[in-house]
Every structure is written in C-alpha cells, then in structure tokens.
C-alpha cells in the first residue's frame, strides 16, 4: 500500500512537470526592485520575466499598463507576478493635502482653501475641511486637488 502511494504519487508529480512545460510562454511585467507602498510605478521599474500562460491567475498585471502610472498599496517583492489588487490609480485629492473647494451658481462662484481628510479618485465624494472654518465637508473630487460642493 505505501509503495502504491509513493508509485502514485510519483506519476502525478511526473504529470505536473511535463503539463507546467507544455503550456504556451509569454512574458509578463515585474518590479526590478523591491517597491514601498506609495510608489508611483514608471516604465524603468519594469522587467519583463517569462512564464508559463497556464500558471498565470486572471489577477496578475499582463502587461505595462496596468502598472505603469500607478502606485504600490502596499509592498510588493521584485521579479514575482503582480496582483492588480496590489496597485491603484493614485488619487486626485491626498488625504492632508491642500484642495481648492469650489461652489458655484449661476452668477457665484466662491473658491475656499481645504485639507482632504480622506484620499479620494476622480468622482468620488470625500471629507474636506475648510480650513477658514475649520468645518467637516462632504466635496466630489473634480481634478488633482480640486473638490466641488452644492449643486
């Protein structure tokens, strides 16, 4: 029985090796160098590392653009696959950076000084404080460090 076992599972380990060498290679984008979270990724932090299509999950980068112009959330390893979960388009407004609030009517338009309190995309509704009041706003991020309040 145990010589059955071993026998087996010499066979499947045997099928593993020659299925991984059958697939079809191609080559997809990893990090030269270990990256810090809050990296802004460019085309020179790229190599290219060739591998096996079939050993590829669905959530691995393909290809440069889905890296390059994007920024690491947490730390990624060089030379291994990356997940997409692991990068993000940065953020128009950085949490504590300076925003311009915005509000406008037909005939008004005020502009304030503000303080993200949150990181936010394009889009995307977030705190901000007015930093004249020191008030807590809801602002829809329209640009880099850009909000817009009221209609």
Not at 11 to 38: D, H, M, R
């Amino acid at each position: 029985m145990n010589r059955l076992n071993l026998t087996l599972a010499a066979l499947i380990v045997a099928l593993w090796a020659a299925a991984a060498g059958a697939g079809e290679g191609t080559s997809i984008p990893t990090l030269k160098q270990n990256l810090p979270p809050g990296h802004l990724i460019t085309a020179e932090d790229i190599a290219w590392r060739p591998m096996d299509d079939r050993r590829l999950s669905m959530v691995v980068a393909r290809s440069a653009d889905d890296l390059v112009g994007r920024e690491t959330v947490r730390s990624v390893r060089a030379g291994m696959p990356v997940a997409k979960s692991v990068v993000r388009v940065p953020p128009a407004a950085r949490r504590g950076a300076s925003v311009r609030i915005n509000y406008s009517q037909p005939g008004l338009n005020l502009v304030a000084d503000g303080r993200a309190m949150e990181d936010g995309q394009l889009g995307q509704v977030v705190k901000v404080m007015n930093v004249a009041s020191n008030k807590i706003i809801a602002a829809t991020v329209v640009g880099a460090d850009q909000v817009r309040v009221g209609p």
